[in-house]
């Protein structure tokens, strides 16, 4: 894990720096820097301004400094693996998803990879510098500071552990102790996600304190909530994950589902619709109009050419006639001759003022409906499961389910899944591993199928530093 631990220096002191030009309320701060040799916890976690922009850092790293892993990969590599997109033209980084042939060097996987450990790192300074400091600090500062953090941490450890399978677990900053970690169970991280998450629902706030304009770009309570029913879900903890998606679905005062009329504004900045969101970066090639990076360099099409990535002909032809969800977020181009379909879930920003009028959406209200349909199935609650469905259905213009039976509806939400989260950070790959459908599916899909696939392999880079890391099996 060298490659990891070698980010000591600059993660503390970018946590920091990135925050405070984010938040320029630090300035105190900023005029008295602390000695470049002595970038301690004591120093970088001593008063509550410093602890804000520390968080500001942590948000900004993500976007702000245009992260690839989290803006495109975590979508674009998953969406490939799995039968909804591909890429039109070669592509040495993106085509291996899409055949299911990753080699490992692949310089997409290793941003994943490296790009979710630095923001764990991040995280754990940030938890272990505001413990350390705690008599110094307002209690409402380090319950934020700690809630959030380990909400980033979940967040991070659940698509490295869904991605890699059996993972390092690294929970410090001590680099002595954990520079050649081991993999450890997925079992074994998916427990310190729950932990994290549960700290963070008893620390985080119900409301949203991101700004005077409410923006959703910083978890809350609900967005812990919300990311652990899906971490029940994948666990099969069918009632835990219907109590906690219950749980934010009954917070009315704060989410609903936008209007069949207007499903297009989903992904808008703060809607009723969106628990957690990050926001897109308005210095990133605004002359261009690109709203965020996952559609700026993948999705962005003109005239004279294809979509970079387009949509496969079997998601396209999975939309019933009539879904408002076709017409809002799926476009098509003809070049050649020959249609392309392409993802329109977020459109362009105001090339003329450079502001975005969306963000990025990690969680939204419409999930949480699903995964209450799916737990309620797998627990004979058949009239509860539909009433999901119905809800999600009902919104996309569609008539009611005929699914009566539980397998019949679990293939209904997985449908629904299918068509409500395409193109949204790869449910669609995970939905088909965790529900053991892998094989049945992309085996008929995809001529180079083969079951080892549902893991990434190890980067060999990382390999190369820790020889502590195994590979998984067919690398």
């Not at 869904?162 to 520079?179: E, F, H, K, R, W």
């Not at 409500?420 to 088909?432: I, N, Q, T, V």
């Not at 199928?449 to 502590?468: C, F, G, H």
């Amino acid at each position: 894990m060298t490659s990891f631990f070698k980010y000591t220096r600059y993660c503390q002191f970018a946590a920091l720096l990135l925050g405070v030009i984010a938040l320029g309320s630090c300035k105190k701060f900023a005029d008295v820097p602390p000695p470049n040799n002595q970038l301690t916890t004591q120093t970088l976690f001593k008063s509550d301004n410093t602890v804000i922009s520390a968080l500001a850092g942590l948000y900004t790293m993500t976007y702000i400094t245009n992260n690839q892993a989290y803006q495109i990969d975590l979508s674009v590599c998953p969406e490939n693996s799995a039968d909804e997109t591909h890429y039109y033209t070669t592509n040495s980084s993106y085509d291996p998803f899409y055949l299911n042939n990753i080699d490992l060097t692949n310089s997409a996987s290793l941003g994943i990879w490296t790009s979710l450990y630095k923001g764990i790192y991040i995280a754990n300074s940030i938890i272990n510098g505001v413990q350390a400091n705690s008599t110094s600090l307002t209690d409402s500062i380090q319950r934020q500071a700690i809630g959030e953090s380990k909400f980033m941490r979940a967040f991070s450890y659940f698509y490295l552990v869904n991605l890699y399978g059996d993972v390092p677990l690294i929970l410090s900053t001590d680099a002595i102790n954990t520079t050649y970690a081991s993999r450890i169970s997925k079992d074994s991280v998916y427990a310190q996600i729950i932990a994290d998450l549960q700290d963070a629902q008893s620390k985080l706030r119900d409301d949203y304190w991101s700004s005077p304009s409410n923006d959703r770009i910083r978890p809350n309570k609900y967005a812990a909530t919300a990311l652990l029913a899906r971490t029940y879900l994948y666990l099969g903890r069918w009632s835990d994950a219907e109590a906690q998606a219950s749980t934010v679905i009954n917070k009315s005062s704060l989410f609903s589902l936008q209007s069949t009329a207007n499903i297009g504004n989903v992904f808008l900045k703060s809607n009723t619709e969106a628990i957690f969101q990050m926001n897109g970066a308005t210095n990133v090639q605004t002359y261009l109009g690109y709203n965020n990076l996952a559609w700026q360099y993948i999705y962005y099409y003109t005239i004279a050419k294809t979509p970079w990535m387009t949509l496969t002909t079997g998601l396209v032809n999975a939309f019933e006639p009539g879904d408002a969800r076709y017409t809002a977020w799926v476009r098509s181009i003809v070049y050649n001759g020959t249609t392309w379909y392409y993802p329109y879930k977020y459109k362009l920003m105001n090339p003329t003022t450079g502001t975005n009028a969306e963000a990025y959406v990690y969680l939204r209200l419409a999930e949480q409906y699903l995964i209450r349909a799916e737990a309620r199935a797998n627990q004979n609650n058949t009239s509860g499961a539909q009433a999901d469905i119905n809800i999600i259905r009902n919104r996309a213009g569609l008539a009611n389910t005929t699914a009566t039976t539980q397998a019949d509806l679990l293939l209904a939400v997985e449908k629904e899944r299918r068509i409500e989260l395409f193109c949204e950070l790869g449910h669609r790959w995970y939905d088909l591993k965790r529900t053991n459908r892998a094989d049945a599916v992309l085996g008929a899909s995809k001529p180079g199928w083969k079951s080892t696939a549902v893991l990434y392999p190890i980067p060999q880079a990382e390999r190369d530093n820790d020889p502590n890391l195994s590979q998984n099996p067919g690398y």
